[in-house]
């Protein structure tokens, strides 16, 4: 079956606009993640979702950052007002339960840059 | 908070032969899961491997291996008969009692395997 998909594969913008970034899951998972990863680092947490709620938000570097899902599914991950900091790849994982031993599966990644 | 930590930026190998990448982590928790993910050019990020901490037998998973040394809180990974397809950011994760249970990752291995 089809894999985690994320879309735009590469988004170069403006400081100050404001993105969108997508992903959709792998159908039937009902665990979300959003991580960022920045030029040459690892990966840190973003957000949550189990469902359409987002019990750990816990990640989100200040509140230029939000993101929804909707119908169980596809997330978008809104950046307003960007600034040249979050330039990085934002990747986006399912899991089937978000249980300690459900793998998470990638997507690969959205590249955003900001001028 | 959990931390992991990988100390070898970049490495080199030789294909067919062995390499041995490490990782440590801090926690309190008794009970969590560690893995490793490979994440070549396209950016995609793969699980190589993945170890429960309640068990002691150490995973394996075809030409990967890992040392798992619970009292260090120590997690290395050993890539056998190295393949040119090997050639990847390797990243080690943690995730322990957080209830979605999001992924820490470490900084990251840059590994080159030559012909």
């Known amino acids: 079956g089809a894999g985690v998909s994320q879309s735009p594969s590469n988004k170069v913008t403006e400081k100050g606009k404001d993105v969108e970034l997508r992903c959709d899951p792998i159908s039937g998972h009902t665990a979300l993640y959003w991580y960022r990863q920045s030029l040459g680092q690892g990966l840190e947490f973003l957000i949550y979702?189990?469902?359409?709620?987002?019990?750990?938000k816990s990640g989100l570097p200040s509140d230029r950052f939000s993101a929804e899902r909707t119908g169980g599914s596809v997330s978008t991950l809104t950046i307003q007002r960007t600034q040249q900091e979050d330039s990085a790849v934002y990747l986006c994982?399912?899991?089937?339960?978000?249980?300690?031993?459900?793998?998470?599966?990638f997507g690969p990644g959205t590249r955003l840059t900001v001028l | 908070a959990q931390t992991v930590t990988q100390s070898q930026p970049e490495m080199s190998v030789q294909e067919a032969e062995t390499v041995t990448l490490s990782c440590t982590y801090d926690?309190?928790?008794?009970?969590?899961?560690l893995f490793w993910y490979k994440q070549p050019p396209s950016r995609q990020m793969i699980l190589v491997i993945r170890q429960e901490a309640y068990k002691q037998q150490n995973a394996t998973e075809n030409r990967f291996s890992v040392n798992f040394q619970k009292a260090a809180k120590s997690f290395s990974l050993k890539i056998s008969d190295s393949q040119l397809g090997d050639t990847a950011m390797y990243f080690c994760?943690?995730?322990?009692?957080?209830?979605?249970?999001?992924?820490?990752f470490g900084g990251g291995t840059r590994l080159m395997v030559k012909p």
């Open positions: 926690t309190s928790e008794n009970n969590y899961y």
């Open positions: 979702f189990q469902g359409n709620s987002a019990p750990d």
């Open positions: 994982a399912s899991s089937h339960a978000g249980g300690r031993n459900n793998e998470q599966f």
């Open positions: 994760a943690f995730t322990g009692n957080n209830a979605g249970n999001m992924l820490t």
